[in-house]
């Protein structure tokens, strides 16, 4: 298990994104960068876990994020993810394994403004989105493996709070995942980066 330090002391950045949508329930916070706590980790009795290189891409208006975990595990049909974006976020980060599905998106601009509104920190998709111009503006972290103008099924629900596992990581409801251009690691305790 990881033993984190906690440097309160040391305050997140506010996050500054030009011409996104700003909510005034949101207040965006950055965290240290992912290469930052893997040098602080990597002695760590657990290893961080990395997800793989090149896997998924930034799409959000905010590219550095993070959060707790909340999972879903749906295939070509989204109904669990509306519902779940449709609840209060409190700053956790949405994980969603859509089986890598390269035939519709799973997520789209209207799906990302509610996510925004209702206070999540980020989406991660393992799968395709959509409106991604549209969802470039919106102040929140989006990742996911790529595009598809074709909008996903309504047929079946899917499954939360389960472990899902995509880019060579388990993602687990409740462990911490922090986001970046350089891309995501994940924790079972919230990390933070002492203050030198």
């Given at each position: ?26 207040i ?11 040098d ?74 509610m ?20 969802i ?20 079946h ?23 970046d ?6 924790s ?9």
């Amino acid at each position: 298990m990881l033993t984190s330090t906690l440097h309160r002391s040391t305050p997140f950045r506010r996050c500054s994104v030009p011409g996104a949508l700003m909510s005034k329930q949101i207040i965006n916070l950055i965290p240290p960068a992912t290469a930052d706590l893997c040098d602080e980790y990597v002695t760590s009795p657990s290893r961080l876990a990395v997800a793989e290189p090149g896997y998924l891409k930034d799409y959000g208006g905010v590219k550095s994020f993070f959060g707790p975990i909340e999972t879903i595990k749906c295939f070509e049909s989204n109904p669990l993810v509306r519902q779940t974006l449709g609840e209060p976020g409190e700053g956790r980060v949405l994980v969603v394994d859509g089986g890598g599905s390269k035939r519709v998106a799973i997520l789209g601009d209207e799906l990302t403004k509610m996510a925004q509104k209702n206070n999540w920190s980020g989406i991660v998709v393992n799968g395709c989105i959509r409106d991604s111009k549209i969802i470039g503006t919106i102040s929140i972290g989006v990742k996911a493996w790529g595009t598809h103008p074709l909008k996903s099924a309504k047929t079946h629900m899917g499954e939360r709070g389960r472990d899902v596992t995509f880019a060579g990581v388990e993602f687990v409801p409740g462990h911490y995942l922090y986001a970046d251009e350089d891309g995501i690691i994940v924790s079972e305790s919230d990390l933070t980066v002492s203050s030198k």
